[in-house]
């Protein structure tokens, strides 16, 4: 039957059959590769994927003057560009859609040249990043800030239209609210759980533009990392780093969640 | 000081060329519950957002206490049907939020964090007394999705209250509630009414004065002390809906038996005059001008 329910014991039973039957099934095909060709890197085993993991973090250079590890290069590049994009991005997006929610004539202009330009795939609109800003830094920030600028500009505005009714701000106005007061103690309050949700819906396409960008154009960087070391096949490096993204990503929902429901205790999904 | 709490004075409302209310006359003195009947579609909202301030009327002005009402604001309160709770505050933040939007500023918030304090901490003093009042004492920490129908609308009522609006108007209520919790709220609006006819014996101004719109006719005349109705059906109808009744209606306490038999002759008279739509009458019929009448009008002066 649809939906029935399993008992507990049995639901994690599968869920780490799961994980262990797909370890297992990569260390076979991994296995088989091999026994084709002795030399392949990729399809790497899990002792070369250790050998991969060490490299990483591996001081680079002479002795005497070790460079940082690969991993801390890279992760400092993406994680500053992300943050400074999704920064940018968040606080302009917050802004512009909480007064179009808020004001008739701020949604009127605004209104349609977000919805339009929120359906241009921000991944396309790279060769204009890069004649625009160049291909330093602010190339990367700038891309990351606009390219999730317009959808959440758009999620953050519905989130207004939506949960903010106009009853709550009538109210507010007969409590003697001012219009600063109700869009910082009304809207911005009643939003506020969205607008992390929000955060964590964008740090994935957020992710896929800066990747794509730094396969492209990077001199450091998790994507430019992952390209250079695929183009020599090197896959030991690219699986840790695929792995490190999916746990920079889990991270990253957990604590949005985290904060969320500390922020938010209110707030019921 | 007005001697009115409410000033209604010509107000008509068109949209386009539909005229839907005409020429509407109304005060409302300190202390009283009205009740607003009347069918549907015939004006009873569009005169409630009128007093409120958010849809301005066609002609006429409407004042709250000798001040005119151009937009909403903390003269006259407001309680909605689907309560309108803040879903971010807990009960006794919900009720002492106006006091905070009222004697705080943003400023004062982020700079003078002590004095804000201070008044946060009678703020919300106040507020739990106001619940206390209601009978929420339990339910002070309590969010609104933690929360009952009733419970809510409690909570709504205080928090309109606690500011001290010269009018309240309530939009259809206790209209999601079920009987029992109608029943209790009803009792509650009693028992602000008793306070009235105390302040008025002490010679304060009551603090309570309600304008209330429902479709239940028994709560209509139970609850208020003054009934209106509002329709097309009289001679002028084309031109929009008026008042075509406004009387006193008997006064109930709350330790009184709930015995609507009591009051039947007003009800069947309060049905033809405002629903009945082959009984088409001067408008004036059943109208109690009540400028005319001090001792009626004063009648929130006498205890029972």
């Given at each position: 039957?649809?939906?029935?329910?399993?008992?507990?014991?049995?639901?994690?039973l599968?869920?780490?059959?799961?994980?262990?039957?797909?370890?297992?099934s990569?260390?076979?095909?991994?296995?088989?590769?091999?026994?084709?060709?002795?030399?392949?890197?990729?399809?790497?085993?899990?002792?070369?994927?250790?050998?991969?993991?060490?490299?990483?973090?591996?001081?680079?250079?002479?002795?005497?003057?070790?460079?940082?590890?690969?991993?801390?290069?890279?992760?400092?590049?993406?994680?500053?560009?992300?943050?400074?994009?999704?920064?940018?991005?968040?606080?302009?997006?917050?802004?512009?859609?909480?007064?179009?929610?808020?004001?008739?004539?701020?949604?009127?202009?605004?209104?349609?040249?977000?919805?339009?330009?929120?359906?241009?795939?921000?991944?396309?609109?790279?060769?204009?990043?890069?004649?625009?800003?160049?291909?330093?830094?602010?190339?990367?920030?700038?891309m990351?800030?606009?390219?999730?600028?317009?959808?959440?500009?758009?999620?953050?505005?519905?989130?207004?239209?939506?949960?903010?009714?106009?009853?709550?701000?009538?109210?507010a106005?007969?409590?003697?609210?001012?219009?600063?007061?109700?869009?910082?103690?009304?809207?911005?309050?009643?939003?506020?759980?969205?607008?992390?949700?929000?955060?964590?819906?964008?740090?994935?396409?957020?992710?896929?533009?800066?990747?794509?960008?730094?396969?492209?154009?990077g001199?450091?960087?998790l994507?430019?990392?992952?390209r250079?070391?695929s183009?020599?096949?090197?896959?030991?490096?690219?699986?840790?780093?695929?792995?490190?993204?999916?746990?920079?990503?889990?991270?990253?929902?957990?604590?949005?969640?985290?904060?969320?429901?500390?922020?938010?205790?209110?707030?019921?999904? | 000081?007005?001697?009115?709490?409410?000033?209604?004075?010509?107000?008509?409302?068109?949209?386009?060329?539909?005229?839907?209310?005409?020429n509407?006359?109304?005060?409302?003195?300190?202390?009283?519950?009205?009740?607003?009947?009347?069918?549907?579609?015939?004006?009873?909202?569009?005169?409630?957002?009128?007093?409120?301030?958010?849809?301005?009327?066609?002609?006429g002005?409407?004042?709250?206490?000798?001040?005119?009402?151009?937009?909403?604001?903390?003269?006259?309160?407001?309680?909605?049907?689907?309560?309108?709770?803040?879903?971010?505050?807990?009960?006794?933040?919900?009720?002492?939020?106006?006091?905070?939007?009222?004697?705080t500023?943003?400023?004062?918030?982020?700079?003078?964090i002590?004095?804000?304090?201070?008044l946060?901490?009678?703020?919300?003093?106040?507020?739990?007394?106001?619940?206390?009042?209601?009978?929420?004492?339990?339910?002070?920490?309590?969010?609104?999705?933690?929360?009952?129908?009733?419970?809510?609308?409690?909570?709504?009522?205080?928090?309109?209250?606690?500011?001290?609006?010269?009018?309240?108007?309530?939009?259809?209520?206790?209209?999601?509630?079920?009987?029992?919790?109608?029943?209790?709220?009803?009792?509650?609006?009693?028992?602000?009414?008793?306070?009235?006819?105390?302040?008025?014996?002490?010679?304060?101004?009551?603090?309570?004065?309600?304008?209330?719109?429902?479709?239940?006719?028994?709560?209509?005349?139970?609850?208020?002390?003054?009934?209106?109705?509002?329709?097309?059906?009289?001679?002028?109808?084309?031109?929009?809906?008026?008042?075509?009744?406004?009387?006193?209606?008997?006064?109930?306490?709350?330790?009184d038996?709930?015995?609507?038999?009591?009051?039947?002759?007003?009800?069947?008279?309060?049905?033809?005059?405002?629903?009945?739509?082959?009984?088409?009458?001067?408008?004036n019929?059943?109208?109690?001008?009540?400028?005319?009448?001090?001792?009626l009008?004063?009648?929130?002066?006498?205890?029972?």
């Amino acid at each position: 039957m649809i939906r029935r329910t399993i008992p507990e014991w049995l639901f994690w039973l599968l869920a780490i059959g799961g994980i262990i039957a797909l370890l297992v099934s990569y260390e076979m095909v991994s296995l088989a590769q091999t026994r084709t060709n002795e030399l392949q890197t990729t399809i790497p085993s899990f002792g070369k994927l250790f050998e991969g993991l060490k490299q990483i973090f591996r001081a680079q250079g002479l002795p005497e003057n070790p460079k940082p590890a690969m991993f801390w290069v890279d992760i400092r590049a993406t994680m500053w560009r992300l943050g400074l994009g999704m920064t940018i991005g968040v606080f302009f997006s917050v802004l512009v859609g909480v007064l179009m929610g808020a004001y008739r004539w701020i949604e009127a202009p605004l209104g349609p040249v977000v919805m339009f330009l929120s359906k241009v795939p921000p991944t396309a609109m790279m060769p204009i990043y890069f004649a625009l800003a160049g291909t330093d830094q602010s190339m990367f920030a700038s891309m990351v800030a606009l390219g999730i600028f317009f959808s959440m500009t758009q999620s953050i505005y519905q989130a207004v239209c939506q949960d903010v009714t106009d009853e709550a701000i009538n109210k507010a106005y007969t409590l003697g609210a001012s219009e600063f007061e109700i869009i910082y103690e009304v809207i911005w309050k009643q939003i506020l759980p969205k607008i992390i949700d929000n955060i964590r819906l964008q740090i994935g396409p957020a992710m896929v533009f800066l990747l794509a960008a730094e396969m492209v154009v990077g001199g450091a960087g998790l994507g430019y990392q992952i390209r250079m070391q695929s183009r020599v096949l090197n896959m030991s490096v690219v699986y840790v780093y695929l792995a490190i993204l999916a746990l920079i990503g889990l991270a990253a929902e957990w604590g949005l969640a985290t904060l969320r429901r500390k922020l938010c205790p209110w707030y019921v999904d | 000081m007005s001697q009115y709490a409410l000033e209604v004075k010509s107000l008509s409302h068109s949209f386009g060329n539909y005229r839907v209310l005409d020429n509407i006359q109304l005060q409302v003195y300190p202390g009283q519950i009205v009740a607003v009947v009347g069918p549907s579609g015939c004006g009873k909202s569009t005169l409630l957002k009128a007093i409120l301030g958010t849809n301005p009327p066609t002609s006429g002005e409407i004042l709250t206490d000798g001040i005119p009402v151009r937009s909403p604001n903390r003269n006259v309160g407001i309680v909605y049907q689907n309560y309108s709770l803040y879903d971010f505050l807990n009960a006794e933040q919900n009720v002492s939020f106006g006091l905070k939007l009222d004697e705080t500023s943003f400023l004062m918030r982020l700079f003078a964090i002590r004095k804000y304090l201070s008044l946060r901490k009678s703020h919300l003093s106040k507020s739990r007394d106001f619940l206390k009042q209601v009978g929420l004492e339990s339910a002070c920490g309590k969010y609104p999705h933690e929360m009952s129908g009733g419970m809510k609308q409690r909570v709504a009522v205080a928090q309109a209250f606690i500011m001290r609006p010269k009018i309240v108007l309530l939009d259809e209520p206790f209209g999601a509630l079920d009987e029992a919790m109608r029943e209790d709220l009803q009792l509650m609006l009693l028992r602000f009414y008793q306070e009235n006819l105390l302040a008025k014996q002490e010679g304060r101004r009551p603090e309570y004065t309600i304008l209330m719109v429902t479709h239940e006719l028994n709560e209509a005349i139970y609850v208020a002390d003054r009934v209106i109705g509002l329709s097309r059906f009289h001679t002028q109808g084309d031109q929009g809906a008026a008042i075509v009744y406004d009387k006193p209606c008997p006064i109930f306490s709350p330790e009184d038996p709930r015995d609507f038999s009591k009051f039947s002759e007003q009800r069947d008279e309060l049905r033809k005059a405002v629903f009945d739509e082959e009984y088409i009458k001067d408008r004036n019929k059943y109208v109690t001008f009540w400028s005319e009448l001090s001792e009626l009008a004063n009648r929130v002066a006498e205890p029972r």
